[in-house]
């Protein structure tokens, strides 16, 4: 990278791991482009001191537009992309309606490949670039009830890892971010997503929705998970991605994390299954 003021484009911004990202990276001295869905979230950034504009993952038009935008602003040019807005949403996968796998997977997967693949013009013509991608514990380690969640980072993980393989004779570096527990809204957002796919009362599995997953989707929407951590965590992970001149492949984040990557590598698949049921 340039001496030059580094630029970042971010999604997701609003609130959770981009906006931290975002107001952390520009007080290191980026320059950041803390894109969200909504204008009226784009505007309360504004009023924060960032630089934030409309990239809606659902809207190829939205995708076009920012990265116009962003290379306008920076006069064609542009340091690192962190495809961060994601959503989720609890179910078991025997309720899943194959439009709500269609629609999780156009907003976490295809649209991120196809928000990088519009960059990729700048970042091969000035020969370097930082891809980050956020993905999760549940890109290696999948848990019940988020198989839709679950399945859209496993197919990242395999999308990034073939990618650096792809850029390994360039100075374009692609970086997965693995939080585990980060304190966000995400129960919050998941609920009407929650509420337009999952008719729970008629699965064989209701009695699970009422026992399991109904609390901890509204009734203990604020109540942090065991080993949980501020945003600041991923922040912090970001920053080495983006600053050192060797990253890694992937930055683990959060003690859960780390310790599954760990018993995925020792234990036979029937072995780490028995843990992750009672989950």
Known sequence: MSDAQKTILITGCSSGIGYDAAHGLAKRGWRVFATCRKPEDCQRLEGEGLESFVLDYDDQASMEAAVAETLTRTGGTLDALFNNGAFGFPAFLEDVPVAAMRA??????????????????TFRAQRHGRILMNSSILGFAALRRRGPYNATKFAMEGWADTL?????????HVVLI???????????????????????RASARAEDYEKSVIPRLYAD??????????????????????????????????TPTKLFWFLRRILSTR???RLLVRV
């Open 271 to 273: 072995m780490l299954d």
């Open 104 to 121: 999780i997977f156009e907003t976490n997967f295809f649209a991120q490949h196809e928000l990088t693949r519009l960059l990729f013009p």
């Open 164 to 172: 650096r393989l792809e850029l390994a004779d360039t100075n374009i």
């Open 221 to 254: 929407v604020g109540k942090p998970d065991t080993f949980e951590l501020p945003a600041e965590a991923v922040t912090d992970a970001v920053i080495k991605a983006l600053e050192h001149p060797r990253p890694r492949a992937r930055y683990r984040i959060t």
């Open 178 to 200: 693995e939080p585990g527990p980060i304190t966000s809204d995400i129960r919050i957002k998941s609920q009407p997503h929650f509420e337009k796919w999952i008719d729970h």
